[in-house]
């Protein structure tokens, strides 16, 4: 079992940066951030392989977010510039034992507990 958590969270005003941080409590392979919003299913935001040579985002964030990570340390983290409320969300760290980037949610295997991100206008 692995555990999972967030933190760097919190309320920022738009245009503002915010780096968030996973820790895993044991080795992962792929990792990826996901996000929710009051009322909005939970969507992907981006995704790193096991190790770090491959990465995805979703349209809705590429070019602002940067996801990378440090295996000795366990830790993943996301990089979030050009914040706009449209960021405010929800942010959750994933992992899962096969090793290439996947954006699909349900093919995560552990989840942590999120960390709110507001971003006020």
């Known amino acids: 079992q692995v555990q999972l958590v967030e933190s760097g969270g919190g309320l920022v005003q738009a245009g503002g940066s915010l780096r968030l941080s996973c820790a895993a409590s044991g080795r992962t392979f792929s990792m990826g951030w996901f996000r929710q919003a009051p009322g909005k299913e939970r969507e992907f935001v981006a995704a790193?392989?096991?190790?770090?040579?491959?990465?995805y985002y979703a349209d809705s964030v590429k070019g602002r977010f940067t996801i990378s990570r440090d295996n000795a340390k366990n830790t993943v983290y996301l990089q979030m510039n050009s914040l706009g409320p449209e960021d405010t969300a929800v942010y959750y760290c994933?992992?899962?034992?096969?090793?290439?980037?996947?954006?699909?949610?349900?093919?995560?295997?552990?989840w942590g507990q999120g960390t709110q991100v507001t971003v006020s206008s």
């Open positions: 994933a992992a899962r034992r096969g090793g290439t980037v996947i954006t699909a949610l349900t093919l995560y295997d552990f």
């Open positions: 790193i392989s096991w190790t770090g040579g491959s990465t």
